[in-house]
């Protein structure tokens, strides 16, 4: 929406033009007049501005636009090496300014930190073509201002977005990630459903047949998708049981729990990479590829390509984090007095030793290091100082619904199980097991 400016506009002048709007927007027999002075007056004012041009719908966006500066604009991408002298020094922006914009206001954003493929602007004045403004889209959802003249201001600035509601549903047939593909929807939407079921459900092991049918969420900017889908209500049907999850804030943040109101984070997550493959499993009497004898395998190996970002299974300190010709680079976490976890065959840690980690930090990266055919990650778990198979491992869910939000809860879960009812189509697979 463009506004009319009163800035610097002298005070007869700007009495006249209040008057005149006044006067247009009542509703007498003086304001029908044709032939009123103040009316006319009013309407020129407003009916004589034309559309916003495209370099003032740019400039609006960014919050830039104004009556009194017309601009012109340069439109690019970083390209590979580029810093923020190549951008702006070839449009005059002096050495000074440059150093300005580094140094004073690196706590807003660091241009070192610029990187390829990312859009800029310069807005430039139309009457003399000084660059005033620089603008750098940081990702999808954020850009920043750099101001070029006079006091050199920055401030950093949101696209509008718009959230938007999906549904999904279909049958595993290959993999989950191409089975949303085929059925319309984005790819990432797998990765969403990983972190949901990250404690429930093994993605290595889900099999032709399982089904789904999800509701979810995601952003959208500047007619875009930003950021990963989010699941609002989903059900997965894995090797004939039923794992519903629904999304639910209990005054904690928004959390997943089943229909009984457990919670599905549990200890520990299932895998430590997402969408692996298991290649070999804990064995005390496997043939070892590498030594070609018979040797304890006690740990979980999950295939997967090389630099695949490996993640601690659960909160914890690192307590190792070294290489041995067997190992290779290998990271070690204790996460309490019972449980340690263990990560070997890393190509690059990310952690170091006596470091705090999250459950599902990066800290490390797949790799082949040490006795290793192929890209993939040993994952091996300890408990109470004995190693044993994880995968055979039962752990206790962790807060559940409070009583207080019960009632709540169960409102919420017959919504959505409403919703995902009603959209459900007749081209997919009837999911009658989820409905039990």
């Known amino acids: 929406m463009r506004y009319l400016s009163l800035h610097n506009v002298p005070i007869n002048t700007a009495l006249l033009l209040w008057i005149g709007f006044m006067v247009a927007g009542c509703g007498g027999e003086q304001a029908d007049a044709d032939n009123s002075p103040l009316l006319a007056f009013g309407r020129s004012a407003v009916e004589a501005k034309p559309p916003l041009t495209a370099e003032e719908s740019l400039a609006e966006q960014f919050a830039l636009y104004s009556d009194s500066v017309t601009w012109t604009t340069e439109y690019g991408e970083v390209r590979s090496g580029q810093s923020l002298s190549h ?5 005059g922006v002096s050495n000074a300014t440059l150093h300005h914009i580094a ?13 390829q493929g990312r859009d800029w602007w310069l807005f430039r004045s139309a009457k003399d073509s000084t660059a005033r403004q620089f603008v750098y889209g940081i990702d999808d959802r954020e850009y920043v201002v750099f101001g070029l003249t006079g006091e050199k201001t920055a401030r950093r600035g949101r696209y509008p977005s718009e959230t938007r509601r999906g549904y999904v549903q279909g049958e595993v047939r290959g993999s989950l990630y191409q089975s949303l593909e085929d059925a319309g929807h984005t790819t990432t939407l797998a990765y969403a459903m990983s972190g949901v079921y990250a404690w429930t459900i093994d993605f290595s092991r889900i099999q032709p047949g399982d089904q789904f049918r999800i509701i979810y969420e995601r952003d959208w900017v500047n007619e875009k998708p930003a950021g990963l889908p989010r699941i609002v209500a989903s059900e997965f049907l894995h090797r004939g049981r039923n794992f519903p999850a629904f999304a639910f804030d209990q005054g904690e943040g928004l959390d997943y729990f089943d229909e009984t109101g457990a919670s599905l984070r549990k200890a520990f997550l299932k895998a430590p990479v997402s969408f692996s493959r298991i290649s070999s499993r ?19 190996d999950y295939a997967a390509p090389r630099g695949t970002e490996i993640v601690a299974v659960g909160d914890g300190v690192v307590t190792k ?35 705090a980690v999250r459950q599902g930090d990066v800290i490390g990266y797949v790799g082949s290091t040490g006795l290793a055919t192929g890209p993939h990650v040993c994952f091996r778990f300890w408990k109470n100082g ?40 007749d081209d997919g697979p009837r999911l009658a097991a989820l409905d039990q």
């Open 386 to 425: 004995k190693q044993v198979d994880h995968l055979r491992e039962d752990f206790p869910p962790s807060t559940p619904i409070k009583a207080e939000a019960e009632a709540s809860f169960e409102e919420a879960c017959r919504v959505l199980l409403a919703e995902m009812a009603q959209q459900e189509t």
């Open 103 to 115: 140094t004073e206001h690196r706590d807003l954003f660091d241009v070192r930190r610029m990187r």
């Open 87 to 91: 951008i702006l020094s070839p449009f």
């Open 282 to 300: 804990f064995n005390k009497r496997r043939f070892h590829p590498v030594l070609k004898k018979v040797k304890a395998h006690l740990g979980t």
């Open 321 to 355: 984090a070294s290489y041995t010709k067997g190992n290779g680079k290998y990271v070690k976490i204790r996460h309490n007095g019972t449980y340690t976890t263990q990560y070997l065959h890393m190509s690059r840690r990310n952690v170091k030793e006596g470091q």
